[in-house]
């Protein structure tokens, strides 16, 4: 069935570093691709997304982009802050209606230090 | 703004007891979801619905049902709680008119300790 990898945590940076969270997927046909983020004590919220092969999704300064040819859509972000520090999903899509489940991995846990 | 409400942010209840974990969107969405969030484990998915009473079991829906009488609301039941099913509760829902690529939108979540 279709599943959603990504590397586990914790993730322990220091402010200003470079940042890279592995997500790959497993799927048919050509799913959307997501990432989300919760920070402590919150529900889920999206951070970006990609529709197709070559899509780069980006919002506050992070970015990621869709491989068709890895399965890969990883999140890079230049610089971190402090205010950062939450727990990443990644997410597939495929269809609506009664397809219209979202598949999640496990999370990553971000902390950023000062 | 979309606005996910859950009806509870904490709940304590006693084992055997039925739960029922409730959930309001403001969007007229066509999808609506629970997910079960556990450290190490990530979001499983429990139920889904698609359409007022239609609804389509997740990865782990033993143990509990659901109702959807109305668009905008969809409930949670544990019909006879247990211990293991302490954990935090995630509603989200979609606008989703045949299209994979739209938002889904959470509420806070419900921290259920059944005791």
């Known amino acids: 069935g279709d599943s959603v990898t990504q590397m586990e945590g914790p993730v322990t940076l220091s402010e200003e570093a470079f940042l890279t969270i592995n997500c790959t997927y497993t799927?048919?046909?050509?799913?959307?691709l997501f990432w989300y983020v919760q920070y402590p004590g919150e529900g889920l919220q999206l951070l970006l997304k990609?529709?197709?092969?070559?899509d780069k999704g980006s919002n506050k300064g992070f970015e990621a982009t869709y491989r068709k040819e890895t399965t890969s859509f990883h999140l890079e972000k230049g610089s971190v802050q402090v205010s950062d520090s939450a727990v990443y999903f990644c997410?597939?899509?495929?269809?609506?209606?009664?397809?219209?489940?979202?598949?999640f991995g496990k999370g990553t846990k971000l902390s950023v230090k000062p | 703004d979309v606005k996910v409400t859950q009806s509870s942010r904490y709940l304590v209840k006693r084992t055997g007891e039925k739960v029922f974990l409730e959930c309001v969107q403001d969007?007229?969405?066509?999808?609506m979801f629970w997910y079960r969030q556990d450290p190490g484990l990530g979001l499983r998915l429990i139920y889904f619905?698609?359409?007022?009473?239609?609804?389509e079991k997740g990865d782990i829906p033993e143990g509990y049902s659901v109702s959807r009488e109305k668009k905008e609301r969809f409930s949670l039941i544990l019909e006879s709680a247990s211990t293991n099913q302490t954990s935090m509760y995630l509603c989200?829902?979609?606008?989703?008119?045949?299209?994979?690529?739209?938002?889904?939108?959470f509420g806070q979540g419900t921290r259920l300790t059944v005791v």
């Open positions: 799927a048919t046909g050509y799913p959307s």
């Open positions: 997410a597939l899509s495929k269809g609506g209606g009664s397809q219209g489940n979202l598949i």
């Open positions: 990609a529709t197709k092969a070559d």
């Open positions: 989200a829902s979609r606008n989703n008119r045949g299209r994979k690529n739209t938002e889904a939108f």
């Open positions: 619905s698609y359409d007022v009473k239609m609804k």
């Open positions: 969007m007229d969405h066509e999808n």
